[in-house]
């Protein structure tokens, strides 16, 4: 782990958000080696979520674990809450909880329509508005897209769709927040990666990714690393932008 005065976050508050496993945790577990207090949010999985908070404070980092729905306003503003009372403020935030469903066009439901907007949409728009009186000037906000938004994968007119919306929420905040407080806000375009997410569809998964420049299915740390970038000042002169990290999977 990345200590003292060279660590990239020092001082740095991040809440990330579906961070006790998969992608969330490996972006709090890199975001905390360079040095930020990391807030690490689940809904379920005290377990899981209390181990990554152990991994990053055995490494003599900061971290808290903080219950919270996402997929509601009171998730969002005991989020902001518990951070403010343990840190004083918040400097970034990552918008990684999301809810995958592949339906076709026939199966997709009321409910799962409702439950995925609800967590992939409403849920990052609610944190950033609660963070907004926490949140400091040169701030950061990452939100986690998908290649999904872009590509018309069969089965994922929900999950796709809601990607779609994340990233033109994320200009329009860059757009609002940028020219009198200095923060930025960007999308980080995922491709598929090896986590829980995608469960039993490891083959369906393979298969998006064979023909890709880099044919291979992303760990979590090939992301993470993106988000760490976006978090840090080396990031200053980007915003309203996405930076795909799908090992090219759009080219074809």
């Not at 999985?45 to 009171?74: F, H, P, R, W, Y």
């Not at 809450?81 to 995958?100: P, R």
């Not at 906000?141 to 872009?150: D, G, L, V």
């Amino acid at each position: 782990m990345t200590t003292g005065t060279s660590a990239k976050l020092n001082g740095k508050v991040a809440i990330v958000t579906g961070s006790s496993r998969g992608l969330g945790a490996a972006i709090a577990t890199y975001l905390a080696s360079q040095g930020a207090q990391v807030v690490v949010n689940y809904v379920n999985s005290a377990d899981k979520a209390n181990l990554v908070v152990s991994a990053i404070k055995d490494n003599c980092g900061q971290a808290i674990a903080v219950q919270a729905n996402m997929g509601t306003e009171e998730g969002s503003q005991k989020l902001v809450h518990e951070t403010v009372q343990a840190f004083g403020h918040i400097d970034i935030i990552v918008n990684n909880s999301a809810i995958l469903v592949v339906e076709q066009l026939g199966e997709i439901t009321t409910p799962n329509f409702d439950e995925t907007y609800a967590v992939n949409v409403r849920g990052p728009l609610l944190l950033v508005q609660a963070s907004l009186p926490y949140l400091r000037d040169n701030g950061r906000i990452i939100s986690i897209s998908s290649t999904s938004a872009r590509a018309g994968y069969p089965g994922l007119s929900v999950y796709g769709g809601t990607k779609g919306a994340i990233e033109a929420m994320s200009r329009v905040w860059a757009s609002e927040l940028g020219p009198k407080r200095n923060i930025t806000s960007n999308c980080v375009g995922a491709g598929p990666i090896l986590t829980d997410m995608i469960g039993d569809d490891v083959e369906w998964a393979k298969e998006m990714t064979v023909k890709a420049p880099l044919p291979r299915i992303a760990s979590p740390s090939d992301v993470a690393d993106i988000v760490g970038f976006l978090a840090s000042d080396e990031s200053h002169w980007v915003t309203g932008d996405v930076i795909n990290a799908n090992g090219g999977i759009l080219f074809y």
